[in-house]
């Protein structure tokens, strides 16, 4: 998805796919609640789970540590992942539901500016 200049949101991180916001939005929750800046990814994992989730969780957090929402370390081959939070996760979910907000807002602002843009009359507003 792009915006109205032909920027790709998610290069800017702007724009997060639905799986990897859960898995950011649980990640901010479960630091939150522990108030530690680094997780556990086997803590972060909950017991009972069907063996493809694990596979896809992890998936997600290498989404966010190469969108730059976490970090990731191992110290050894097949060792527990300590996933760290970076500035960036805290500053898009600052408070709990105004992400998912301001990118339906920005999409609508999006949608204006491209239809006006045929007229030349973007005015930033949104519908």
Known sequence: MTDAYGKNLVERGILLMSASRKVAS??????????????????????????????????????????????????????????????????TFLFDGLYMKLEKKLRSCIYVCTSASNSGSCTGTNA
């Open 26 to 91: 649980c990640l901010h929750q479960t630091r939150k609640q522990r108030e530690e800046d680094r997780i556990n990814f086997h803590k972060f994992l909950e017991a009972g789970r069907a063996p493809k989730e694990p596979a896809l969780l992890f998936y997600e957090v290498l989404v966010l540590k190469t969108t730059g929402y976490v970090d990731v370390e191992q110290n050894e081959a097949y060792g527990d992942i300590a996933i760290s939070k970076l500035p960036k996760l805290d500053q």
